[in-house]
């Protein structure tokens, strides 16, 4: 079905929509925005200093939610890596799809290279609905959805690729089991551990470089053709194996993976800086997330935090589905705040889409609603549904107390959390200081409360 080219906006802020339009008119700027998608890989809900990691150790990121919008109730769609991308470039649910097990048509995280399943063709993704409105489109790292050539990003609207089909498993022996490739669009231009080097032992790889400078290219090759852009930045050097360039290795407190958060907010802090330097900031939509919580197999050492929630990706519970989201989006997002809209991963399809002016496919059924309300005027929205069937509150649900052998306690914040602990985020609608100090210090307002979520994991042990 054709596209439509206008923007559906509820009655009560479509003014506001367009004065943002008029204002870019006015700067000069590219239309329409710029939309620049950071997807994480595997971090966890409590793994940035603005969610009160202690170490604070992500100073770029924290910087953009202060000078953006903190999302401490997003979530993904899924708890592994496949169906949770799937789900945020197609805007639906896993189970529509066919992201969700291992059958004839579908396939899940777990995706080695026997394994043919990929995105269904009939799947419209977000690349491909964005070119409709003029945008040049780029990947860069995991696609993760599918490896054979009918499955490749370029098959499916994107314009350019460096990455890689899966995540960096291996090394294998390069005969029975060869290592992944990495591509250059069409052209596989090496592969992981040979070409690409990995040294499982010490962490280092210059991988996450790699990745930024082609962001960084990408984005000035854009802005000199003055034709807007949406780069898709899915690095995956928080997932186990872990690694880090060689000036980041050592550099944390939280170990190696410390080191390749490091690395990667250093990378997010540079892109930012760019797209300032070059008059972008304001016609660019950004926005940070990951597509599952933090792995508990790999932990501690090789991996992140969910921070007070309980347990962490392969489950639904709020550790593996909860997501870190911090949207920026200068003078047109106000700095400072903290929405409590419950968001999820699927949004982003449905968001960008308005952002673009485009109407989403209504041929199928889109799982995911704009964020324009709530990033351009504050306001919350009640949804239907998210993850699963029955969540309709606008604040994420309660877990009851209970004690899960299964499931390990997730956290790497150690003594800073148990029963009693008080979140570090401020009451709904409280706005966040300057970046120059700990914004949740600073609030004169009652903590938005978590003690029902920690006590719930009180009494496990590591």
């Given at each position: 079905?054709?596209?439509?080219?206008?923007?559906?906006?509820?009655?009560?802020?479509?003014?506001?929509?367009?004065?943002?339009?008029?204002?870019?008119?006015?700067?000069?700027?590219?239309?329409?925005?710029?939309?620049?998608?950071?997807?994480?890989?595997?971090?966890?809900?409590?793994?940035?200093?603005?969610?009160?990691?202690?170490?604070?150790?992500?100073?770029?990121?924290?910087?953009?939610?202060?000078?953006?919008?903190?999302?401490?109730?997003?979530?993904?769609?899924?708890?592994?890596?496949?169906p949770s991308r799937a789900a945020l470039l197609s805007g639906r649910l896993p189970i529509r799809n066919g992201f969700y097990t291992t059958n004839a048509h579908a396939r899940n995280a777990y995706t080695p290279q026997e394994i043919v399943g990929g995105i269904p063709d009939s799947?419209?993704?977000?690349?491909?609905?964005?070119?409709?409105?003029?945008?040049?489109?780029?990947?860069?790292?995991?696609?993760?959805?599918?490896?054979?050539?009918?499955?490749?990003?370029?098959?499916?609207?994107f314009d350019e690729w460096f990455g890689s089909p899966n995540c960096h498993f291996g090394p294998y022996d390069n005969k029975a089991k060869p290592n992944i490739p990495v591509y250059k669009d069409w052209e596989m231009v090496g592969r992981f551990y040979e070409e690409f080097p990995?040294?499982?032992?010490?962490?280092?790889?210059?991988?996450?470089?790699?990745?930024?400078?082609?962001?960084?290219?990408?984005?000035?090759?854009?802005?000199?053709?003055?034709?807007?852009?949406?780069?898709?930045?899915?690095?995956?050097?928080?997932?186990?194996?872990?690694?880090?360039?060689?000036?980041?290795?050592?550099?944390?407190?939280?170990?190696?993976?410390?080191?390749?958060?490091?690395?990667?907010?250093?990378?997010?802090?540079?892109?930012?800086?760019?797209?300032?330097?070059?008059?972008?900031?304001?016609?660019?939509?950004?926005?940070?997330?990951?597509?599952?919580?933090?792995?508990?197999?790999?932990?501690?050492?090789?991996?992140?935090?969910?921070?007070?929630?309980?347990?962490?990706?392969?489950?639904?519970?709020?550790?593996?589905?909860?997501?870190?989201?911090?949207?920026?989006?200068?003078?047109?997002?106000?700095?400072?705040?903290?929405?409590?809209?419950?968001?999820?991963?699927?949004?982003?399809?449905?968001?960008?889409?308005?952002?673009?002016?485009?109407?989403?496919?209504?041929?199928?059924?889109?799982?995911?609603?704009?964020?324009?309300?709530?990033?351009?005027?504050?306001?919350?929205?009640?949804?239907?549904?998210?993850?699963?069937?029955?969540?309709?509150?606008?604040?994420?649900?309660?877990?009851?107390?209970?004690?899960?052998?299964?499931?390990?306690?997730?956290?790497?914040?150690?003594?800073?959390?148990?029963?009693?602990?008080?979140?570090?985020?401020?009451?709904?609608?409280?706005?966040?200081?300057?970046?120059?100090?700990?914004?949740?210090?600073?609030?004169?307002?009652?903590?938005?409360?978590?003690?029902?979520?920690?006590?719930?994991?009180?009494?496990?042990?590591?």
């Amino acid at each position: 079905m054709a596209m439509e080219a206008a923007v559906v906006v509820p009655r009560g802020w479509r003014l506001l929509l367009l004065v943002s339009a008029a204002g870019l008119v006015a700067l000069g700027a590219p239309q329409p925005p710029n939309i620049l998608l950071l997807l994480m890989d595997d971090m966890g809900w409590g793994d940035l200093g603005v969610y009160g990691e202690p170490s604070r150790e992500t100073p770029n990121l924290d910087r953009m939610a202060a000078e953006g919008m903190l999302f401490p109730n997003f979530y993904s769609a899924n708890p592994l890596c496949s169906p949770s991308r799937a789900a945020l470039l197609s805007g639906r649910l896993p189970i529509r799809n066919g992201f969700y097990t291992t059958n004839a048509h579908a396939r899940n995280a777990y995706t080695p290279q026997e394994i043919v399943g990929g995105i269904p063709d009939s799947e419209r993704l977000l690349p491909s609905l964005l070119k409709e409105a003029g945008y040049a489109t780029k990947i860069v790292g995991k696609w993760h959805l599918g490896h054979r050539p009918q499955f490749h990003p370029l098959k499916h609207g994107f314009d350019e690729w460096f990455g890689s089909p899966n995540c960096h498993f291996g090394p294998y022996d390069n005969k029975a089991k060869p290592n992944i490739p990495v591509y250059k669009d069409w052209e596989m231009v090496g592969r992981f551990y040979e070409e690409f080097p990995i040294n499982v032992k010490t962490g280092e790889s210059n991988l996450t470089q790699i990745y930024l400078q082609e962001a960084l290219d990408f984005i000035k090759r854009q802005q000199a053709a003055r034709r807007p852009f949406f780069l898709y930045w899915a690095v995956d050097a928080t997932h186990a194996p872990v690694y880090a360039s060689r000036p980041f290795l050592g550099s944390s407190q939280r170990g190696r993976y410390g080191d390749a958060v490091r690395e990667i907010d250093d990378s997010v802090g540079k892109m930012l800086s760019l797209l300032q330097v070059l008059g972008l900031a304001e016609s660019t939509f950004v926005f940070f997330t990951s597509d599952n919580g933090a792995a508990l197999v790999s932990a501690p050492s090789q991996g992140g935090s969910n921070g007070p929630f309980l347990c962490g990706k392969q489950t639904t519970f709020e550790g593996g589905m909860r997501e870190p989201a911090i949207a920026w989006w200068p003078r047109h997002i106000p700095p400072g705040q903290v929405s409590h809209q419950l968001g999820s991963i699927m949004d982003l399809f449905t968001t960008s889409l308005a952002l673009a002016g485009l109407k989403p496919p209504r041929d199928r059924v889109i799982d995911g609603f704009s964020l324009l309300p709530a990033l351009l005027q504050g306001q919350l929205t009640d949804r239907a549904s998210t993850s699963a069937p029955g969540r309709t509150s606008q604040e994420s649900p309660r877990i009851p107390r209970r004690n899960t052998q299964s499931c390990l306690w997730s956290s790497t914040w150690g003594a800073t959390l148990g029963r009693g602990f008080r979140s570090a985020l401020p009451a709904q609608s409280t706005r966040m200081p300057s970046a120059g100090s700990p914004w949740w210090s600073s609030s004169t307002r009652t903590p938005w409360s978590l003690d029902s979520l920690s006590s719930t994991c009180a009494t496990r042990q590591s």
